[in-house]
């Protein structure tokens, strides 16, 4: 895969298509379909810089998420204006497919998101113990004995923490802008485990 080129003055944030704080969260916490995919799929050029073959399960993984909702959003565009929309009304339909993406959507992005929020946190932690400890507390759970060993794998591919920050842009704008990125990001994962939790998003 060629390498991003990141602009002068710039960061790796800078070249996703839709960031995370670009997602529309209307009345409710409605939370903008197209916009959310598209942040989604832009997250996962991140496990680019992870190391591709390593993380390349994560990154299928997560993509192939995104797809089954699009497919879903393009199937009823009037009726997925919204994630929770898109639910409630593929739902009606005794289908879940879209809805079972979305659960383990938003369990790879918690991962990331924590992963990514404990390390920017602490300075002394490498990448490789925040993403094992985040793996341990979302995807882990929900894995079975097959896919554990391959997602264990990744987590120990890691880069160093030093070389995958340098491949960001400069320190302290990444830093800050990785900040603004995780909160937003974390904000529409507690949004949307709470409506997937709740009696009428389930199948």
Request: hydrophobic letters at 45%.
């Given at each position: 895969m060629?390498?991003v080129q990141?602009?002068?003055?710039?960061?790796?944030?800078?070249t996703f298509?839709?960031s995370?704080t670009?997602?529309?969260i209307?009345?409710?916490n409605?939370?903008?379909?197209?916009?959310?995919l598209?942040?989604?799929?832009?997250?996962?050029?991140m496990?680019?810089?992870?190391?591709s073959?390593?993380?390349s399960?994560?990154?299928n993984?997560?993509?192939?998420?995104?797809?089954?909702i699009r497919?879903?959003?393009l199937a009823a565009?009037a009726?997925s204006?919204t994630?929770q929309n898109l639910?409630r009304n593929?739902?009606?339909?005794?289908s879940?497919k879209a809805s079972?993406?979305?659960?383990?959507l938003v369990?790879?992005?918690?991962?990331t998101c924590?992963?990514l929020?404990?390390?920017?946190?602490?300075?002394s932690?490498e990448?490789a113990?925040?993403?094992r400890?985040?793996?341990?507390?979302?995807l882990?759970?929900?894995?079975?004995?097959?896919?554990?060993p391959i997602?264990s794998a990744?987590?120990s591919?890691?880069p160093?923490r030093k070389?995958?920050?340098?491949?960001?842009?400069?320190?302290?704008?990444v830093?800050?802008?990785?900040?603004?990125?995780?909160?937003a990001l974390?904000?529409i994962?507690?949004?949307?485990?709470?409506?997937?939790?709740?009696?009428e998003?389930?199948?």
């Amino acid at each position: 895969m060629a390498a991003v080129q990141i602009a002068a003055g710039g960061t790796f944030l800078d070249t996703f298509k839709k960031s995370f704080t670009d997602v529309p969260i209307a009345a409710e916490n409605a939370i903008s379909t197209t916009e959310f995919l598209e942040a989604a799929e832009s997250l996962t050029t991140m496990f680019d810089l992870l190391g591709s073959v390593a993380f390349s399960p994560v990154k299928n993984d997560m993509l192939g998420n995104v797809k089954k909702i699009r497919e879903r959003q393009l199937a009823a565009p009037a009726d997925s204006d919204t994630l929770q929309n898109l639910v409630r009304n593929e739902l009606k339909t005794k289908s879940h497919k879209a809805s079972e993406g979305l659960v383990w959507l938003v369990r790879g992005l918690e991962f990331t998101c924590i992963a990514l929020t404990q390390n920017v946190a602490n300075p002394s932690h490498e990448l490789a113990d925040s993403f094992r400890s985040a793996y341990g507390v979302t995807l882990k759970p929900h894995h079975s004995f097959l896919v554990k060993p391959i997602f264990s794998a990744a987590m120990s591919a890691c880069p160093y923490r030093k070389d995958f920050y340098e491949k960001l842009g400069p320190e302290e704008q990444v830093q800050a802008e990785l900040q603004e990125y995780l909160a937003a990001l974390e904000k529409i994962v507690e949004i949307l485990k709470a409506f997937l939790a709740t009696k009428e998003a389930k199948w």
